[in-house]
C-alpha cells in the first residue's frame, strides 16, 4: 500500500512557497546592494565636486557638472547640489559641496516605497581656484571636466 496516495503535489506547492520566498530575500539582497553602491556614489559626487572647486574658479559652472558627472544616478540634478566657498575677510579658506535631496526608490514585490538618501557633505582646503601660475594653463576649464 501507497501511504502517499492523498499528498501528490504537496512537493509542488511547498517549493512554490519556498521559492517565493527564497526569490524576495534574493531580490532584497540585490536592492541592498543596490542602495549601498547609491550612497556610495553620492558621497563621490560630493568629493569630486569639492577637488573641482577646490581648483577651479569661484562660482564655475564646472562644479555642478563634475559632480553629476561621476554620479549617473537617474533624478540626479544640479538641484541637488550645492556649492559653499567658506572664509572671512574676503578670503576664501574653504570650499564645500553638498549632495542633498536625492530619492531613492526600493524595486521589491508589494513594496513601492521612495525614501530620501542623507545628504552628503565633503569640504576642502582652497587651493588656486581658478588663479593659475604664471605661464601656466588654468586648473580648470569646462571641456576638461
Do not use: H, W
Not at 10 to 26: D, K, Y
Not at 103 to 118: A, M, S
Amino acid at each position: 500500500m501507497r501511504a502517499t496516495t492523498g499528498q501528490r503535489g504537496v512537493t509542488t506547492v511547498e517549493f512554490a512557497i519556498l521559492g517565493l520566498l527564497l526569490l524576495v530575500v534574493v531580490f532584497a539582497i540585490i536592492e541592498f546592494g543596490r542602495l549601498i553602491f547609491t550612497l556610495n556614489v553620492l558621497q563621490e559626487a560630493a568629493r569630486r565636486g569639492a577637488r573641482v572647486a577646490a581648483v577651479c574658479a569661484v562660482d564655475s559652472g564646472g562644479v555642478t557638472k563634475a559632480a553629476l558627472r561621476i554620479a549617473r544616478l537617474p533624478g540626479l540634478s544640479s538641484s541637488n547640489v550645492d556649492v559653499q566657498y567658506i572664509g572671512e575677510g574676503g578670503v576664501i579658506r574653504f570650499v564645500r559641496v553638498n549632495v542633498s535631496g536625492y530619492q531613492f526608490r526600493i524595486y521589491l514585490p508589494l513594496v513601492d516605497r521612495e525614501f530620501e538618501l542623507p545628504a552628503f557633505s565633503s569640504t576642502l582646503p582652497a587651493e588656486s581656484l581658478g588663479v593659475p601660475r604664471l605661464g601656466e594653463p588654468p586648473a580648470c576649464y569646462e571641456e576638461g571636466l
